[in-house]
């Protein structure tokens, strides 16, 4: 992961949240901004009533990016993020976990699901949006891990039927394509993926049976030919088979 460009503060809204906000800040060992007081971060991590939210304090303009896993996802398996991660699969690890939409997706079609993320505010805002769902009684949320996907898979041979790989790509060069606002703000802080090929053979160690790699349909796939590619309109599902 390339060093992120962004700076980061947590703040909280009311004087209420002021502690949470303050040990969150240290246990990130970021700058805590009392309610009311400007900052010169370019994000903001905010403590809220409803979890965590983070602003773009670049263009105020902006609405927070808050993380939810909710039951209004679909549960049917025909999707085709079911078909690439396999019939007879249950395990499933999330090794880029990103804002989790695709563990909340898993989670919801009924996948035992393991979601890592190496980015500790992306990480902190995981773990409570876990922690906010399960709270109220939903059943359908992935476990999440702090840290990094290689370290973590590199010492669990065969712990999940499938290993599932989002990695950043280069965005398309046209300037009608630009990225949506969450997957640009989530390469300003994450950076690129230099490190994709150990990622990719940490993971080959822990999946039992397959490694899934999500691609661009304008990407060739990225660790030689895959076992089969399961194709949509703007993306591919490249399934790399264990022997």
């Not at 876990?130 to 712990?159: C, H, K, Y």
Request: include cysteine; charged fraction near 30%; charge should be positive.
């Amino acid at each position: 992961m390339t060093e992120p460009a962004l700076s980061v503060a947590v703040t909280c809204m009311s004087p209420d949240h002021a502690r949470r906000a303050r040990t969150l800040a240290g246990s990130l060992g970021l700058d805590c901004v009392d309610p009311g007081e400007r900052s010169s971060a370019d994000l903001l991590l905010m403590v809220e009533d409803g979890g965590l939210s983070v602003r773009d304090n670049r263009d105020r303009r902006t609405r927070p990016l808050r993380i939810s896993f909710g039951e209004n996802e679909s549960r049917s398996k025909k999707q085709l993020l079911a078909r690439a991660v396999g019939r007879r699969t249950r395990r499933v690890v999330d090794a880029t976990a990103g804002w989790g939409e695709d563990a909340r997706r898993l989670s919801a079609m009924g996948y035992s699901v393991t979601a890592i993320e190496r980015h500790p505010v992306i990480a902190a805002m995981l773990s409570d949006a876990a922690e906010l769902a399960r709270r109220v009684g939903r059943v359908a949320v992935p476990d999440i891990v702090t840290g990094d996907a290689i370290t973590f898979l590199s010492s669990r041979e065969n712990q999940w039927d499938c290993v599932y790989l989002d990695p950043m790509f280069p965005p398309k060069r046209r300037s009608s394509t630009l990225a949506k606002r969450p997957l640009r703000l989530l390469r300003e802080l994450v950076g690129n993926d230099p490190d994709r090929r150990q990622l990719f053979d940490a993971a080959g160690i822990a999946a039992g049976k397959r490694v899934v790699v999500k691609r661009p349909d304008h990407s060739p796939p990225l660790f030689g030919k895959p076992s089969e590619v399961v194709k949509g309109r703007l993306v591919c599902y490249d399934v790399y088979l264990k022997a």
